[in-house]
């Protein structure tokens, strides 16, 4: 079975600094799909960035990016230049190829961004 | 973002009333989910419908009941509900799925739900 895991359940981070959070997967599958989602207080669950396990590059979107390591499955989220809207919990869910409309979601990371 | 709107956002109910949950998406969509979002715990993915027809029913107790009048409406129907069933309630809207194609899923704002 396919299992998602956040170990960081809160992290805190300084206005405009960098943060890193992480995600560990598990799967047989050799193709699937990995996001991040953030839930800001509004409760209303955003996509971040999603990344094809196929492509090896690792996917930008303006100040987040994610390092994506396959052999590992591990699938990072990086922040840089936090700001005060980051503040939210962030889920990383996974996709398999076969059942695309499946989402599995990791317990998520609570991050506090401090002025 | 007003893709996906759920009513009501609050809903205080007894354990013996009936009420029902809705969702509506202006996106174009022909995909629809439900979520129980629980503290603490993963989303947990309760009802598919893809062009109007349940293709997923994650082992939900029949107290939870769906309905999906066409493509961008979806209602979940409670009744006798526990004081475990207090949840946020998520709904979810994608172009539907097709193999090794991945259609992002688009959120509502939720329904926080307290089973008195």
């Known amino acids: 079975a396919q299992t998602v895991t956040q170990s960081q359940p809160e992290m805190s981070v300084q206005e405009a600094e960098t943060v890193t959070l992480s995600c560990t997967y598990d799967?047989?599958?050799?193709?699937?799909?990995l996001f991040w989602y953030k839930q800001p207080p509004s409760r209303q669950m955003i996509l971040v960035i999603r990344q094809e396990a196929y492509k090896q590059q690792n996917a930008t979107e303006n100040r987040f990016s994610v390092n994506f390591q396959k052999a590992a499955k591990s699938f990072s989220l990086k922040i840089s230049d936090s700001q005060l809207g980051d503040t939210a919990m962030y889920f990383c869910?996974?996709?398999?190829?076969?059942?695309?409309?499946?989402?599995?979601f990791g317990t998520g990371t609570r991050l506090q961004v401090f002025p | 973002e007003t893709g996906v709107t759920q009513t009501p956002r609050h809903l205080v109910m007894g354990m013996t009333n009936k009420k029902s949950l809705k969702c509506e998406q202006h996106?174009?969509?022909?995909?629809m989910y439900w979520y129980k979002q629980s503290a603490k715990k993963p989303l947990e993915l309760m009802f598919v419908?893809?062009?109007?027809?349940?293709?997923e029913n994650n082992s939900v107790p029949s107290r939870f009941s769906p309905e999906c009048p066409n493509s961008s409406h979806l209602f979940l129907h409670l009744h006798t509900l526990q004081p475990e069933d207090s949840a946020l309630y998520l709904c979810?809207?994608?172009?539907?799925?097709?193999?090794?194609?991945?259609?992002?899923?688009?959120f509502g704002d939720g329904t926080r739900l307290s089973i008195l």
């Open positions: 979810a809207s994608s172009q539907a799925p097709y193999i090794d194609s991945n259609q992002p899923q688009h």
């Open positions: 419908y893809n062009f109007k027809e349940q293709t």
């Open positions: 799967t047989s599958e050799s193709n699937y799909y």
């Open positions: 869910a996974f996709s398999p190829p076969y059942n695309t409309d499946k989402l599995i």
């Open positions: 996106l174009g969509h022909n995909a």
